[in-house]
């Protein structure tokens, strides 16, 4: 399996500044996914975090609000851009082992806008 | 259509019991079915994965139905430590991983 470790754990911060969320695999992982959470909900996609080329996002995600970094098989970055309120929620880091289809979560990151 | 839909619950069940949560899913291409168990304010951990043939694990029971496109996780003797939410989880072909909303147990001394 493998183990993730998201920092920061919690941030809050004003509404129109950035935070970039960092993501740090303990080994080399096929695919890396940034999900959001809001509270009581399931978790929805933002992006595919693709090693070396540009991330794939879901609908309703682009990359000026959420730009995101994959400089390697083990390293992954989320900047949530211009925040506002509506952007607080967790965001959550995942890694796929290809060899066994199983997904593997960060921590989170807790995210309050003011 | 959403590509997996949950029960969302909650389901309250005293210590003891057997519950059983179901899901269907949309793709009849899908090729990989999981269960993801979420403690409140912690991320998703696998619980287990759910092979066509079905499988168990402890007290926990999965089964793949691919002709009605559903899964289902059986809980036997439900423990006080069963609370949580359990998530549905699709991976049809590719890189993507859909997952349900999510179904609420509470298991009550």
């Known amino acids: 399996s493998a183990v993730i470790s998201q920092k920061p754990s919690r941030d809050i911060c004003q509404r129109g500044t950035s935070l970039t969320i960092q993501c740090q695999v303990d080994s080399q992982v096929t695919m890396m996914f940034w999900y959001r959470q809001q509270p009581g909900q399931s978790l929805t996609l933002i992006a595919t975090a693709n090693q070396g080329s540009e991330a794939t996002y879901e609908s309703g995600f682009v990359i000026d609000k959420f730009p995101i970094s994959r400089p390697n098989l083990t390293f992954s970055t989320l900047t949530v851009s211009n925040m506002s309120p509506e952007d607080s929620s967790i965001y959550l880091c995942?890694?796929?082992?290809?060899?066994?289809?199983?997904?593997?979560f960060g921590p989170g990151t807790r995210l309050t806008v003011t | 259509r959403k590509e997996v839909e949950q029960d969302p619950g909650p389901f309250n069940v005293p210590e003891g019991a057997t519950v059983a949560f179901n899901c269907t899913y949309s793709?009849?291409?899908?090729?990989?079915f999981f269960w993801y168990r979420q403690d409140c304010r912690k991320e998703p951990k696998l619980l287990m994965s759910?092979?066509?043939s079905g499988n168990e694990d402890g007290r926990f029971t999965a089964q793949l139905n691919r002709a009605s496109q559903y899964i289902s996780l059986l809980i036997r003797d439900s423990k006080l430590s069963d609370s949580a939410t359990y998530l549905c989880?699709?991976?049809?072909?590719?890189?993507?991983?859909?997952f349900g909303t999510g179904t609420s147990l509470t298991v009550i001394p």
């Open positions: 989880v699709v991976k049809p072909h590719g890189n993507q991983f859909y």
């Open positions: 995942s890694a796929w082992d290809g060899s066994s289809y199983e997904q593997y």
């Open positions: 759910v092979y066509s």
């Open positions: 793709n009849s291409a899908s090729q990989s």
